[in-house]
């Protein structure tokens, strides 16, 4: 089972940016989607974006788009979510996890999703 590690998160103003990375040990099989996931506290976890390993396609959530942007390097299976302009509702714990039956943007599919890492905390103050 691959295992997936997230780091990159901290405590950063508003406006400001963080980049996080999702690493990856080695994937089961070579078609897969990564998508990052965030929970804040009290609310349930929602999809941010995700990418395919299979032709690169990407789909973010309304709440991010033009803010975020998920990027991937095959060659160190890491993938990352480069987070601009952000604000105090980005606030959340950030997690990646990989599904290798789920197409990136049909659905978010938190079920659909078959590893998940231990995620990484972001904050951001007003």
């Known amino acids: 089972e691959v295992q997936l590690v997230e780091s990159g998160g901290g405590l950063v103003q508003a406006g400001g940016s963080l980049r996080l990375s999702c690493a990856a040990s080695?994937?089961?099989?070579?078609?897969?989607?990564i998508g990052w996931f965030r929970q804040a506290p009290g609310k349930e976890r929602e999809g941010v974006a995700c990418?395919?390993?299979?032709?690169?396609?990407?789909y973010y959530a309304d709440s991010v788009k033009g803010r975020f942007t998920i990027s991937r390097d095959n060659a160190q299976n890491t993938v990352y979510l480069q987070m601009d302009s952000l604000k105090p509702e980005d606030t959340a714990i950030y997690y990646c996890?990989?599904?290798?039956?789920?197409?990136?943007?049909?659905?978010?599919?938190?079920?659909?999703?078959?590893?998940w890492g231990q995620g990484t905390q972001v904050t951001v103050s007003s």
């Open positions: 080695r994937f089961t099989y070579d078609d897969y989607t």
């Open positions: 990418v395919s390993n299979r032709d690169g396609y990407i």
């Open positions: 996890a990989v599904s290798y039956h789920l197409l990136c943007g049909a659905t978010w599919g938190l079920h659909d999703y078959d590893s």
